[in-house]
């Protein structure tokens, strides 16, 4: 069955929601206060898939055409209240595959399919035996020295060992200074990373690597901007790798790996487009020794699970895998039902019921 072949014979409804931050993220490129997007609920003759669709601007499309998508292969006329007509035919309108409305949508076939299968989604996917916990990274946004080092000391506290911090939204000294502070919060045997969102130029990013490496950093996320391919070549090698995290929206993966642009590609499954382009998007690095981190656009549970499942499903993934970026869950204020698994010692357990929780997501389709 093609990814989204379940549109020729699914039901398909649509509810849309709001979900606040309990604290903002403050990242180079602004703050993330909020996250609009839609549960998305399909019926294969008799069995119920559940994906969200929640677009993040700037990495995602925006939230008006996200709607138009989903709307436009809706089969529930009360979920299309401000369009005239309910459907068209769904097999005519596919949202374009490198969007969230394409996430919420091929989630919730492939929740359904692995249902349908009694196989939990991480198993449904996996061409091996998927991981049963996944270790994750704490992440902690821009903010000074003294708040950098009692954040890192409290994500230690609470049993993280990898911790992720954002960098590019400040001065470079101030940056490092910061990083020194982090490594002297949780001492030598926590793993600290930084994302600078693409906020340096070329001379700042060497700065920063040489204070980077003498603290230990395993690695910089997307330090230069996403089409600067080269540059993030010519930053590997230098004691600290390099991920990217934009570049993988502006660009195909072959282009990166054809650049030698990363040690370490980010993939976040609401901006690649849904689990089986992520899937393939990792399978494809690791053809090419290049890890794969997981991470979120800071989603709601349903996409968070899928996420978790997807990381769960890759080659190589499990507690020896480098931590995923999916601990997000608690920078949301609320969320769309309870959370089905929980994080202890700095791994999320993988829900172990079939597709993506059993039936602890259900609720989120009778809201
Ligand atoms: O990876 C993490 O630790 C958290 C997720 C995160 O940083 C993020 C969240 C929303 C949008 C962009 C990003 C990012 O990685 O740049
Ligand atoms: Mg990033």
Request: with cysteine; aromatic share 2%.
């Amino acid at each position: 069955m093609n990814e989204l072949d379940c549109l020729e014979t699914a039901s398909i409804k649509i509810d849309p929601f709001t979900l606040e931050l309990s604290r903002s993220l403050s990242t180079a490129v602004g703050d993330i206060e909020q996250r609009r997007g839609h549960v998305v609920c399909v019926d294969i003759n008799g069995t119920v898939g559940i994906g969200e669709a929640t677009p993040l601007p700037g990495w995602t499309e925006r939230y008006p055409d996200c709607q138009d998508a989903l709307r436009s292969v809706s089969t529930d006329s009360t979920s299309t209240s401000t369009s005239t007509s309910t459907s068209t035919s769904a097999s005519e309108i596919t949202p374009d595959t490198r969007s969230a409305a394409h996430h919420g949508i091929e989630l919730a076939c492939v929740d359904a399919m692995a249902r349908h299968h009694d196989s939990s989604l991480a198993r449904f996917l996996s061409t091996d035996t998927p991981a049963t916990s996944i270790p994750v990274n704490a992440t902690i946004g821009d903010c000074d020295s003294e708040q950098t080092y009692k954040k890192a000391e409290s994500a230690v506290e609470d049993g993280y060992t990898t911790i992720k911090l954002k960098v590019g939204a400040r001065d470079i000294e101030s940056d490092c200074n910061r990083v020194i502070a982090a490594r002297s919060a949780v001492g030598e045997d926590i793993t600290l990373r930084v994302d600078a969102n693409g906020a340096w130029n070329r001379t700042a990013a060497e700065r920063f690597l040489e204070t980077a490496r003498t603290v230990d950093i395993a690695y910089i996320e997307q330090p230069l901007p996403a089409s600067d391919l080269d540059g993030h070549a010519l930053l590997r090698g230098r004691g600290v790798d390099i991920a990217v995290d934009e570049s993988m929206n502006r660009t195909s993966p072959e282009q990166i790996f054809a650049a030698d642009a990363a040690d370490i590609i980010v993939c976040k499954p609401m901006a690649l487009g849904g689990p089986k382009q992520t899937l393939a998007v990792a399978r494809k690095a690791e053809a090419v020794d290049i890890d794969t981190v997981v991470t979120t656009t800071i989603d709601g549970v349903i996409a968070r699970m899928g996420a978790v499942h997807i990381a769960a499903a890759l080659p190589g993934s499990g507690s020896n895998a480098r931590a995923c970026g999916l601990a997000t869950g608690s920078m949301l204020a609320d969320d769309l039902t309870a959370n089905p698994v929980s994080i202890s010692d700095g791994e999320i357990s993988v829900p172990t019921g079939p597709g993506l929780a059993g039936g602890a997501l259900r609720s989120c389709c009778n809201r």
